[in-house]
């Protein structure tokens, strides 16, 4: 796992510097990277017109860059290749969690699930990760597309991975 304090690569802050910079035209307030500010972002990402392809596309990267750079700072870990579609980098929190932050900054979008965001980790947890999901209970439509509720899961995920770890040692 990467010491949370080490910068992610160039692409990655560019990007989410310039969602930084929207909400902060947008509602004069300013995002700081901490799990806080995620409420904010969906707030604005909510007022998204979903029917703006390109929008839609920029913001996915944007928002996507943030939420995980706000992920990795939260949970420990590091982005994967960040060359190709900034839609389509990887990050790897917790030590074992793999996700495509931008996907799930097109479902907050879009408020629809388009099988790309998923939660990816070790066959041998899936089934622990899967009951402590299932344990959590039903969430709201717009709890469970919001990146605020994203963090949450990841870090319900987190734990479980960590207690399945500890118990391997």
Known sequence: MSDTRTPPPGAVHELAE???DF?????GLVLDYTPETLPLLDHYLGAVPDDKLETVALLSATAGAYFGE???RTLGGEWGDTDGEPTSWELVVAGDLRL???AFAREAILSEDTGEAVYDVPDDTR???ETALE???EVPEDEYYSLCGRLET???IADVLTAARATRM
């Not at 909400?23 to 509602?27: A, E, M």
């Open 135 to 137: 344990q959590r209970g």
């Open 127 to 129: 089934e622990a990760v």
């Open 70 to 72: 706000v992920a990795r």
């Open 23 to 27: 909400v902060r035209r947008s509602l």
């Open 154 to 156: 990841m870090q319900l």
């Open 18 to 20: 310039r969602a930084v």
């Open 100 to 102: 495509v932050p931008g």
